[in-house]
């Protein structure tokens, strides 16, 4: 079992189900709607939470996690099933690479321990900020790349319904 603990789910998973759903929304082109995009961040954050407490090896929630996110943007979002399996499995790649940048600057960069760091809930909430940070500020460029270059309105503009 991957059990989070409150603060985890607070300080990192509320933030990162938040940027993972406007990731998908940003990736598939779609207009967003607060409303919806509230409601279906909110039931992917219990989701997560839910599915982290099932009795599963590692990786097999990953893959639960993608299905349910895809469920949400189809149903909830109105998202296209192409564009929302295409945007699920593209926000979830680009985070794991951005967690790998993470955990190799935390085990060469400022060497620390990774086990370490991963058995203390603070610090594994401490250390992981850089990778949300690093998602964040991918999705804003390319946000601001389909804005600028391409000249694409709804969400990605700032137009929300």
Not at 17 to 22: D, E, I, M, P, Q
Not at 83 to 112: D, H, P, R, T
């Amino acid at each position: 079992m991957l059990r989070l603990t409150l603060w985890e789910v607070f300080l990192r998973t509320l933030p990162e189900a938040f940027l993972l759903v406007f990731a998908v929304y940003v990736f598939s082109k779609t207009v967003i709607n607060v409303k919806k995009y509230i409601i279906s961040s909110t039931i992917y954050i219990i989701a997560v939470y839910v599915i982290r407490l099932l009795p599963i090896q590692y990786g097999v929630h990953t893959i639960l996690n993608i299905i349910v996110i895809m469920v949400l943007t189809i149903n909830i979002n109105k998202i296209s099933i192409i564009n929302s399996i295409k945007a699920s499995v593209m926000a979830m790649i680009l985070e794991f690479i951005c967690e790998g940048i993470n955990v190799f600057m935390i085990q060469y960069v400022f060497e620390v321990d990774v086990k370490y760091v991963l058995s203390n809930p603070s610090f594994k909430i401490l250390y992981s900020i850089p990778s949300l940070v690093i998602f964040a500020v991918i999705i804003g460029i390319y946000n601001h790349y389909l804005v600028e270059r391409k000249g694409l309105t709804g969400a990605i503009n700032g137009k929300i319904s």
